[in-house]
C-alpha cells in the first residue's frame, strides 16, 4: 500500500500542513507581522537584493534542488513574475542537502525560473536546518514543507504564507490594492482553531493507513470533512486513491473527474496524477474499463499541455496505453520517457526500462501469435 501512504504524505504536505500542527506557538511568526531580515548567503542569479526596503512588494519562496513540487512549481513563479513585474521575487533554496548542487539546479532550469535566486545563509560546517532563512522565516512560521511562500507587502509586513500554487489571486488583491489583512488574520486563526480539531483524527487516520484498510481511511475523511468541512478538498486525492483500492469504481471516476475540474482545468500535474493513480503497477485492484479509459483520457492531456516533454508524464501515458491493450503505442511513449528522462533525477530510474521490457514482451508475443 506504499501508493496510498505516498499520496496521504503528499496530501498532508501540500495542503495540511497547519493541520497536522495543531499546538502552533502564540510567538509564531504570521501574517501581519513584520517580516525578519533577508539573509542570504549569494544570489546565483538576477540582481541582489540586500535588504527588503519599504514601498516595494516582495515574494519570497523557499525551495530545494531535491525537492519535485518545488521543480513543478517554479515555472509558475516565473509567470507570475512576469505578470507583475513590479513585485520582487526571491527564491531562496532552503533545506539543501548539497549545497554545491543549487548553482547547477539554476543553470539546468534556466528560463522557467526567471527572478531572483538566492542561497540560504547556513552557517560553515553546520546543518541546513540552521540556515537564517530556514530558521527566521520557515521554522518560525511553522512551515514544515517546500514549496513555501511568503507576499511582503510594501510596508513590510507578511500579508500572506502559503503553497506557491496558490499565489495568484492574493498576489493580485496585494497588487491592486484590494487585500485585506484584517480578514487574512482572521482566516489564519481559524486554520488554527481547525488544526487542533483535526488532531484528534490524526492517531485513526494513521492506524487506517499502517493496517492498508481502504474502507477505514474513507471512514476517517467522512467523519473529518464533517467536523472541518474546509479540509475536505484537501483529502481528495487520499480519498481518490482509497476509493480506487477499496475497488469502488463508480465513485473514484465521479470523483476523479471533479478534481480536474475549476483551478486544474489546465493543470498537467493534477491530469498526470490522476491518471497515475488509476494505472500505478502497485495498485492491489484492477480499475474497470471506464477508469483505465479516463486515465488514457487524462494522461493524454497532461501530455498535451506539456507538449510531450516530460518524461514523468510520458512513462504515465505508456501505462495508459498498456492498460487500455495498446501495447506498440505503450512501447512508442515509453521510449520516448526514457529519451526525456535522461540528464534528469529519472535517468536511474530502473523501473523506466522494466516497463519499456514488458511492453515490448507484449508486442513481440501478439507478432508469434
Known amino acids: 500500500m506504499r501508493k496510498l501512504v505516498a499520496t496521504t504524505a503528499l ?5 495540511l500542513a497547519s493541520l497536522v500542527n495543531p499546538a502552533a506557538r502564540a510567538d509564531a511568526l504570521g501574517i501581519g507581522d513584520a517580516a525578519p531580515k533577508l539573509e542570504v548567503k549569494e544570489f546565483v542569479k538576477g540582481e541582489p537584493i540586500k535588504s527588503l526596503e519599504p514601498g516595494s512588494l516582495y515574494v519570497v519562496e523557499f525551495w530545494a534542488t531535491w525537492c519535485g513540487p518545488c521543480r513543478a512549481t517554479i515555472p509558475h513563479l516565473t509567470e507570475l513574475q512576469k505578470k507583475h513585474g513590479d513585485v520582487k521575487f526571491i527564491g531562496v533554496s532552503v533545506w539543501e542537502r548539497d549545497l554545491d548542487a543549487v548553482k547547477p539546479f539554476v543553470k539546468e532550469m534556466g528560463d522557467k525560473m ?7 545563509a547556513v552557517p560553515k560546517d553546520g546543518d541546513p536546518d540552521d540556515g537564517a532563512m530556514a530558521k527566521n522565516w520557515m521554522k518560525a512560521a511553522e512551515q514544515d514543507g517546500i ?16 503553497h506557491p500554487a496558490e499565489l495568484d489571486e ?11 489583512v484584517e480578514k487574512a488574520v482572521a482566516a489564519a486563526k481559524k486554520e488554527k482553531e481547525e488544526a487542533a480539531k483535526f488532531a484528534k483524527f490524526v492517531p485513526k487516520l494513521q492506524k487506517a493507513l499502517e493496517d492498508e484498510n481502504p474502507k477505514q481511511v474513507l471512514q476517517v475523511i467522512d467523519e473529518i ?10 483529502l481528495r486525492s487520499l480519498k481518490f486513491t482509497s476509493l480506487l483500492l477499496a475497488g469502488e469504481h463508480e465513485k473514484a471516476l465521479a470523483l476523479g473527474k471533479s478534481m480536474l475540474e475549476g483551478d486544474d482545468a489546465d493543470n498537467s500535474q493534477a491530469y498526470n496524477a ?20 479516463f486515465a488514457l483520457e487524462s494522461a493524454r492531456k497532461a501530455d498535451d499541455l506539456e507538449k510531450g516533454k516530460s518524461a514523468p508524464i510520458a512513462d504515465t501515458l505508456a501505462k495508459a496505453y498498456f492498460d487500455s491493450g495498446d501495447a506498440a503505442k505503450a512501447v512508442e511513449t515509453q521510449k520516448r520517457a526514457i529519451d526525456l528522462a535522461k540528464g534528469t533525477e529519472m535517468e536511474d530510474d530502473a523501473s523506466l526500462k522494466e516497463r519499456l521490457e514488458q511492453y515490448q514482451k507484449a508486442v513481440d508475443g501478439k507478432k508469434k501469435g
Open 170 to 180: 492574493p498576489l493580485a488583491q496585494v497588487v491592486e490594492g484590494k487585500w485585506d
Open 225 to 234: 470533512a464533517k467536523e472541518i468541512p474546509a479540509a475536505e478538498g484537501r
Open 147 to 162: 514549496p513555501a511562500a511568503f507576499i511582503v507587502g510594501k510596508d513590510l509586513k507578511i500579508l500572506w504564507i502559503g
Open 11 to 15: 496530501a498532508l504536505t501540500a495542503g
Open 114 to 120: 526567471d527572478y531572483r535566486v538566492a542561497m540560504d
Open 274 to 293: 490522476v491518471a497515475w493513480a488509476i494505472v500505478d503497477p502497485e495498485l492491489k485492484t484492477k480499475p474497470d474499463a471506464k477508469l483505465i479509459a
